[in-house]
């Protein structure tokens, strides 16, 4: 073999290495020491120009900023602070009793089941037949009254106690810019299952990452049925900062698992809004079964509030 073309095997076997990275990285077993000869590539020839990057499809990368000195500003506060129904400026309702998509069992209701008093808002579950189904809850939504595009959020919550019951502190994008789930994203802030007490989940969800090849971190928290604790992420262009209690629990950040993130690993460069909301049963909630004994359960949420950083903004274009 001559130098040159020992040279440009060289060159060919990189191509192939750094268009397979990215390949492999979906929650497949990693073998650093295989070649991936799917569907796009063999290792007989690449094609430089084919596989080129096309940087304009990158995502999360070319950010450049001082996370040290990043300072926020309080842009939404919701702090339940007045008795009686949630405030119509900040919360709509998602209605109805389709199962979301979970197998979830509760109806929900335009906002009969949460109420505020003491500057706390309670979502009940309750054992009640509604629309052909067994059980009332509510599912409050920001969408179109509460919309961000990078920010931090901190909620603090009480959780409720019983097998079935799943109370989640959420973010969906408001309008799907990269088509419907999971592509356009998911960001899971808190979830907690009742027949898994004490363990907070906080995950994304995105094409390549979600079911059965997921993204998240759960943390055992004792208590989380008995006192208030606070649930947060920080949403920056390049990574997802979560926490619990100010402390940082997990970093999904795509640059850790691909070297040429896209929408698939990142959709989170588009504006998404806030859920909280009590389902009851369901694929994940039903798990472990049901206890309808546990029903009328509480969901409790103290305050949620989102905070905007202006030196993320102004690097993002935004004002
Ligand atoms: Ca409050």
């Known amino acids: 073999m001559s130098n040159y073309k020992k040279a440009t095997s060289l060159i060919l076997l990189t191509a192939l290495l750094c268009v397979s990275a990215p390949a492999r990285a979906g929650g497949l077993p990693r073998n650093e020491d295989a070649f991936h000869t799917g569907q796009d590539v063999s290792d007989a020839y690449v094609d430089p120009e084919k596989y080129a990057l096309d940087e304009s499809l990158l995502k999360a990368v070319g950010f450049d900023y001082d996370y040290e000195s990043l300072t926020y500003e309080l842009v939404w506060a919701e702090e339940f602070d007045a008795d009686g129904k949630p405030d119509a400026a900040h919360w709509r309702y998602d209605t109805g009793g389709g199962g979301w998509g979970n197998n979830e069992l509760q109806y929900y209701t335009p906002g009969d089941n949460a109420e505020i008093k003491n500057g706390v808002l309670t979502i009940e579950a309750r054992k009640e037949r509604m629309g052909g189904r067994d059980y009332t809850s509510c599912r409050m939504v920001t969408r179109n009254a509460g919309d961000w595009l990078y920010c931090k959020v901190e909620a603090r919550a009480k959780l409720p106690v019983g097998r079935g019951t799943w109370p989640a502190i959420w973010m969906l994008p408001t309008d799907w810019a990269y088509g419907s789930w999971p592509a356009s994203g998911e960001i899971d802030i808190m979830e907690h299952v009742g027949y898994n007490p004490n363990v907070i989940v906080q995950s994304v969800h995105t094409n390549r990452y979600h079911g059965a090849s997921p993204k998240n971190h759960s943390l055992r928290v004792p208590g989380v049925c008995e006192e208030f604790h606070t649930y947060g992420v920080e949403w920056l262009p390049d990574q997802l900062i979560f926490s619990v209690d100010g402390q940082r629990t997990w970093t999904y950040k795509p640059t850790d698992y691909t070297v040429s993130p896209t929408k ?56």
Not at 284 to 312: F, H, K, M, T
């Open 264 to 319: 698939d690993v990142w959709p989170f460069d588009k504006r998404m809004h806030l859920l909280i909301n009590l389902a009851f049963g369901g694929d994940w909630g039903g798990a472990g079964g049901i206890d309808e004994n546990c029903l009328p359960a509480q969901y409790q949420v103290d305050y949620i509030r989102v905070y905007q950083s202006p030196e993320i903004m102004a690097l993002t274009g935004q004002n």
